[in-house]
């Protein structure tokens, strides 16, 4: 390092920090060079800034003579070299140990110094030293130097050179972009860079320096600075040439050779450096664009500011900042690019500029990015372009992704049941376990109630499956008649298949409905959040703007709606497009199919193939629409004797064997189960999805439903074919009785009589059956069971349909109390009532909202006939024996028939009050003074008659209103007010 910079260095901490080096001096003035020269220990103090600095005023005269003795005993040669330029530190090591805070005294110093036997404990302490030293940022005034014997020797060694070589003086150049800026603490591009001093000098040397200067030259040191990325080359030149003359013919050099920096393919620029470098290692420090210049005195103008730093880059802005008191005077220098900012730094710091002392630091800079600024500013145009956008990519990346998963859930191609290994291996373990859990599908797969009297019926099922697709299947039954078991059956050996249970979305948030339909299908990733997301963001807008976003929530919920279907849509044809293509290139190789018919023409070459040709057959009997709903889808047996069945043929126009296309499944079970009106849209867009699916011959669609109004969505859906219906219903008696038998087979305690009474009382209901072999297997009989089930339907009729204040506790239930009383009563006469009876009842006054909505609570069941309903059941067989039992409680009986005669008595006085009214206006007309008019004469006796009829039929409610209050009076007989089960 040469002297010039070291007094540099020595002035700036002198005006940085006069009081420091006043206390460390005891106010002594500043030695000059030559006093220097023998007082090492007392440099290095002043570079360290320590309070040892006085400590080592008794220790620089030994450590002189010390040195001075060795140079007189050394040998002739060695004393015929050159004066070192460099002053070792082996023996005054310690006075560096002492200064770096190890805590080694003057005295024991001395002592160390004075004892040359303890020059190998001098030797390590100076190595210590240095590298104490090099941790305070003094790294690059050390090397290491070849011992006398050849050896590389671990001897640090402090460049202070006492004197300069005649004609030649010092300099410093900063070599920008020789390194990446490192800009934050987690940027680790420093780290993939070689910073060694030597492959940096060579770097250097060989690119760098210009040979017309290069004899004149001689490098000194080489500082890498990471953070900055650049380096310090200290340097030796020949007094004839000047420093800034040396770093032009660099700088040119290295322009015209074209060297550019590998990590951004930008050009390495050299600048001469005029103040004094701060090397610091501040973590929290990064270069910025912006750069702090502090100063004492007075303020240098602007232009000499611009002329100082414009040099180094283009500047943005020069700011001085105004006095304020107590404050070091500053101004901030805003640079375009980083790296003018990090040159401006290491080249200026310490410079004089005018009268006064430059410190630069880099300031924290406020970016401002005017893009997003414009975004927030503008959100009417930004908002929706980022939803476009995001749906294109959502379009783009996600939708295939999708794809993939939901055919994965659908083929089953990852599934450990596809390997022969996995299912050896289930074979061997699980299925030997089997006795530990009995199946209910292997019972249910061999019973006669469901798989004699349901061959039928899965016999057109299992045929509609092996045609085309065309049209829906409608699977109608009340719930508990074997639906789900008949379909899991018919579909059990079907590669493709997917279900989806409605009853499950129905009822449900609309985050809920969305992810179960996702979980359902396989579609993945399904950002279900984002629903949540747009209502914030539609919140949001609204009170910042006024105005809500185009797609609201209802839009939202239904577009991911479609977007589901769409997906599984897409899975499905590419599952029967790959059939279809493996079939048709079969045909070609003549392994299956047919050849061309000869009613089907070969296109000409260069003309285009037809499409699939739909073709009139014969009609299968079994798939023929039931009698039963025909006529509610406009078909009649005698006027459809066909129907239509697509034909597909390949490119060529062969024939494709229908069994060579295993066609997806799909099945939309609990389909208009629950209430249509809150579950509209769901309802409507499935059926919309499953009738593109049908008439582009993709797949087969099954709806299973156990409301048979659900046809009128369906039809609305598919308005111009009929598609295919397999009603069910509950089993005949014998058949529930052979069920029963069957089940009971090794019961001991079981009564065979008392079966076919059991069965009487449940009627032929699947679940109800299977209930009541469960409870007697338990150790029930079977007239416990029965009467355990039947009281169990007791409690959910008085459950869900005579709650008290049933509209105050669901609003939901739209029929009251007096109608479904008024419905028990008649259905515990009669297996079935008329509906029209019922509905134009003074219960129902002709309104069927009410009915239906019993209907939807399975309490009723509506039997439709001609295309409208015809007839009213009990929800369940098991219903009507409860309905008789409810009947047969007197004390319950007569409070219900209480409030039924209390309702009624109270609508008839309003009808006899509005009529006594009416009368009392036609006698205020003429006050009785002129004879009335034919007509007013003709509206009393109208008048009367009704008031006459109204008064009879209150009459008969009162009279029935005191005959319930006498039958609910306590009787010395019985108390509890119960009546024993008809049944027992």
Request: charge should be neutral.
């Amino acid at each position: 390092m040469a002297w010039s910079s070291l007094l540099a260095r020595w002035r700036g901490l002198t005006l940085q920090h006069p009081r420091l080096i006043d206390g460390l001096l005891a106010h002594k003035p500043l030695p000059a060079a030559s006093k220097i020269t023998a007082s090492p220990a007392l440099t290095a103090a002043l570079w360290l800034g320590t309070s040892a600095a006085r400590s080592l005023s008794s220790v620089c005269t030994s450590a002189s003579s010390l040195s001075s003795s060795q140079s007189a005993q050394a040998p002739s040669h060695a004393r015929s070299t050159p004066p070192a330029r460099a002053f070792h530190l082996d023996r005054v090591g310690a006075t560096f140990h002492g200064i770096c805070g190890t805590g080694l005294g003057a005295t024991r110093l001395a002592r160390l110094v004075a004892a040359p036997a303890r020059q190998d404990t001098l030797t390590s302490a100076a190595v210590r030293a240095s590298h104490s030293l090099e941790k305070r940022g003094l790294g690059e005034l050390y090397k290491h130097e070849p011992s006398s014997s050849g050896r590389s020797s671990t001897t640090a060694t402090l460049y202070i050179p006492d004197t300069l070589p005649e004609g030649r003086h010092y300099g410093t150049l900063w070599v920008d972009n020789v390194f990446p800026l490192k800009i934050h603490s987690l940027d680790l591009r420093s780290k993939l860079v070689n910073s060694d001093k030597d492959e940096l000098t060579k770097l250097f040397t060989e690119k760098f320096l210009a040979p017309s200067i290069a004899s004149k030259v001689n490098i000194l040191d080489v500082t890498p600075r990471l953070k900055d990325g650049g380096m310090f080359v200290h340097y030796t030149v020949t007094d004839d040439v000047s420093s800034e003359d040396v770093a032009l013919a660099c700088h040119l050099h290295s322009k015209e050779n074209g060297v550019r920096a590998w990590f951004n393919q930008q050009r390495v620029r050299i600048y001469d450096v005029e103040g004094i470098p701060f090397n610091e290692d501040i973590l929290s420090k990064y270069p910025t664009t912006k750069i702090r210049v502090e100063w004492q005195g007075p303020d240098p103008s602007l232009e000499l500011f611009y002329e100082e730093f414009r040099p180094y880059g283009q500047i943005y802005d020069i700011t001085i900042n105004p006095v304020q008191p107590n404050t070091v005077r500053s101004a901030i220098v805003q640079y375009v690019r980083i790296r003018s900012a990090t040159s401006a730094r290491n080249c200026l710091h310490g410079k004089k500029m005018g009268s006064v002392s430059l410190t630069i630091r880099y300031e924290l800079t406020n970016q401002t990015n005017f893009i997003l600024q414009w975004i927030t500013s503008h959100p009417r145009i930004t908002v929706p372009i980022l939803l476009a956008v995001l749906g294109a990519l959502t379009y783009a990346i996600f939708d295939p992704l999708r794809v993939f998963f939901i055919t994965n859930q659908i083929t089953h191609r990852f599934s450990l049941d596809q390997y022969s290994s996995y299912q050896w291996l289930q074979r061997e373990t699980l299925a030997r376990l089997k006795f530990l859990n009995v199946s209910d599908d292997d019972d249910e797969k061999h019973d006669p109630l469901v798989w004699s009297e349901r061959r039928h019926d899965e016999h057109r099922l299992s045929n509609w499956l092996k045609e085309h697709p065309d049209t829906f299947l409608f699977l109608n039954g009340p719930k508990g008649s074997g639906k789900s078991a008949l379909l899991k059956t018919a579909i059990r050996d079907r590669k493709y298949k997917i279900v989806i249970h409605c009853d499950r979305l129905a009822g449900q948030s609309e985050n809920e409905v969305l992810s179960r339909l996702a979980s359902s299908t396989g579609f993945f990733p399904s950002f279900t959040w984002l629903l949540q997301a747009f209502n914030l963001a539609d919140s949001l807008m609204a009170a910042a703007t006024g105005q809500r976003l185009q797609s609201g929530t209802s839009n939202t919920t239904e577009t991911q709606l479609k977007k589901i279907l769409e997906c599984t849509a897409i899975a499905l044809s590419n599952i029967t497009s790959a059939q279809r293509e493996a079939a048709a290139q079969r045909a070609k190789n003549g392994k299956t199919g047919t050849a061309a018919l000869p009613s089907t023409p070969t296109p000409a070459p260069g003309l285009p193939v037809p499409p699939p040709v739909a073709e009139k057959q014969p009609a299968n009997p079994s798939l023929l629409p039931s009698p039963e709903l025909a006529p509610t889808l406009g078909l009649h047996p005698v006027n459809q004797p066909h129907l239509p069945t697509v034909v597909v043929h390949d490119d060529e126009g062969r024939l494709l064997d229908s069994e060579a296309i295993e066609y997806p499944v799909v099945v939309i079970d609990g389909f208009y189960d629950k209430d249509k009106d809150k579950n509209q849209l769901l309802y409507d867009r499935l059926a919309e999805w499953a009738a593109l699916l049908v008439e582009t011959h993709i797949a087969h669609v099954v709806f299973v439903s156990n409301n048979t109004s659900a046809v009128k969505p369906l039809a609305k859906a598919l308005p111009n074919k009929a598609f295919e219906t397999i009603s069910l219903s509950d089993a005949s008696s014998d058949a529930a009785v052979s069920y029963v038998k069957r089940g009971l087979d090794h019961v001991p305690h079981v009564v065979a009589e008392d079966i076919p009474t059991s069965v009487a009382y449940l009627g032929g209901r699947l679940t109800d059956l299977q209930l009541l072999v469960q409870k007697v297997k338990a150790g029930m009989t079977a007239r416990e069971a029965v009467s355990d089930i039947v009281q169990r339907a007791i409690v959910e009729v008085r459950k869900y349909g005579l709650a008290e204040e049933i509209s105050d506790a669901n609003p939901s239930m739209v029929w009251s109390r007096v109608q479904l009383w008024y419905v028990i009563q008649l259905l515990a006469q009669s297996e079935d009532v008329s509906f029209d009876e019922i509905k134009y009842s003074p219960y129902f006054k002709g309104d069927d909202k009410a009915l239906f909505a019993l209907e939807r609570a399975e309490l009723i069941n509506v039997v439709h006939g001609n295309g409208r309903p015809l007839l009213i059941r009990a929800g369940k067989p098991v219903y009507r024996a409860a309905f008789r039992e409810m009947i047969y409680d007197t004390k319950f009986s007569a409070g219900m028939d209480l409030t039924v005669a209390k309702t009624l008595l109270e609508e008839e006085d309003k009808r006899i009050l509005g009529l006594e009214n009416e009368l009392k206006d036609i006698a205020l007309i003429y006050q009785g003074n002129v004879s009335l008019s034919r007509t007013l004469q003709d509206r009393q006796e109208h008048l009367l008659e009704r008031l006459h009829e109204s008064q009879a039929k209150a009459a008969k409610y009162y009279a029935q209103l005191n005959a319930a209050k006498a039958t609910l009076k306590p009787s010395p007989v019985s108390a509890n007010g119960s009546s024993s089960s008809s049944y027992q």
